[in-house]
């Protein structure tokens, strides 16, 4: 897995003391961090044994800060099982998987992060690389909703029995 992270992503962890610092190191620069265990690796590894019904998940996660406010582009490879299943198919399981998933969308072109700016929503795009034999999958967010403050607000929701959606679906642009 290989994803770049906005500023807001990808925390302050004794990068810079000050807006200043911050945006002078993050401005005209990309930087790989987490590379020994990034927070986020454990329940990645969690999510992707249980729906492989597995004790475990060896997987890599190389997290990027990149020169851009918020968002989350994920670009995810796996290898396929079935070197035969189409491009069409693979879009067909994604589509199946996530119907009824009201900030989940099925994309028809791979996302962009400005596409998800002030959302609720999580872009995928699943594809093939037939000659690799890989599956690979793109997704974005806008990590300032979609992230941990929108995931408890919809948790909330779900709890509270409220309907998922709510207070979700208006635009949140600041920063």
Known sequence: MDAKSGISGAGRGGLATNIMD??????ENVVAYGLDGHGH???IVQELAELREATSARVTFVPHRIPMTRGILATCYAPLVDGNISKQRVRELYQDFYSGEPFVRVTDLPPQTKQTTGTNFCLVYPTVDER????????CIDNLVKGAAGQAVQNMNLMCGFPEETALKALAIYP
Request: zero cysteines.
């Open 132 to 139: 690799a034999g890989r599956l690979v999958v793109l997704s």
């Open 22 to 27: 911050h945006f002078a190191e993050a401005n």
């Open 41 to 43: 690796l454990p329940e």
